[in-house]
T-cell receptor
Framework: QVHLQESGPRLVKPSETLSLTCTVS????????WSWIRQSPGKGVEWIGH???????NYNPSLESRVTISLDTPKNQFSLKLNSVTAADTAVYYC?????????????WGQGSLITVSS | DIQMTQSPSSLSASAGDRVTITCRAS??????LNWYQQKPGEAPKLLIY???DLQSGVPSRFSGSGSGTDFTLTISSLQPEDFATYYC?????????FGQGTKLGI
């Protein structure tokens, strides 16, 4: 069974960088796309971006200027960095696996991590 | 950007009822549509992908239909564990937009 687990600081100060890591077990990170998704009362559920094992990335255009997703293949992990955060970035952040066939769909999710942006 | 609009926003039903939730896309997305179920404190769970394909392990009382701009999720006979919030999500664009959700309550 595929299992994903988010980890990282839960409290981030405004203007600083949010950093999260997702550890994957039960599947190799060298296949599929690996995604970050967030959920907040104000914006609902929002796809942030994903990375392929080749290192190729795609980001939501609304966040692209502030987001970086990277892979650590030996550790079977991938990571999210979101810089210049504001209170509007307060949300539950999920990592998820994206299967591609026949359409992109998110079939395994982590439990989620509530990240609060506050001084 | 593609906008995804679900209706209704909330719905009350009883165990055993047949329930239908609608999702409309602001432009044609073919069959690039997925449905998720979310319970409080949990991550969304994939139910249906490609508009009508049932995810492995999901009960057959869940079904999806539609193409283009109009889609439906149907639960044929509600079970107590089905009371949750349901989201549609498009995979036609590189924003993978989610609907605003439909809360199904008793």
């Amino acid at each position: 069974q595929v299992h994903l687990q988010e980890s990282g600081p839960r409290l981030v100060k405004p203007s600083e960088t949010l950093s999260l890591t997702c550890t994957v077990s039960g599947a190799s990170i060298s296949t599929f796309f690996w995604s970050w998704i967030r959920q907040s009362p104000g914006k609902g559920v929002e796809w942030i971006g994903h990375i392929y094992y080749t290192g190729s990335t795609n980001y939501n255009p609304s966040l692209e200027s502030r987001v970086t997703i990277s892979l650590d293949t030996p550790k079977n992990q991938f990571s999210l960095k979101l810089n210049s955060v504001t209170a509007a970035d307060t949300a539950v952040y999920y990592c998820a696996r994206a299967s591609l066939s026949p359409v992109v769909h998110f079939d395994f999710w982590g439990q989620g991590s509530l990240i609060t942006v506050s001084s | 950007d593609i906008q995804m609009t679900q209706s209704p926003s909330s719905l009350s039903a009883s165990a055993g009822d047949r329930v239908t939730i609608t999702c409309r896309a602001s432009q044609s997305i073919g069959n690039y549509l997925n449905w998720y179920q979310q319970k409080p404190g949990e991550a969304p769970k994939l139910l249906i992908y490609a508009a009508s394909d049932l995810q492995s392990g999901v009960p057959s009382r869940f079904s999806g239909s539609g193409s283009g701009t109009d889609f439906t999720l149907t639960i044929s006979s509600l079970q107590p564990e089905d009371f949750a919030t349901y989201y549609c999500q498009e995979s036609s664009s590189l924003s993978y937009t989610f609907g605003q959700g439909t809360k199904l309550g008793i």
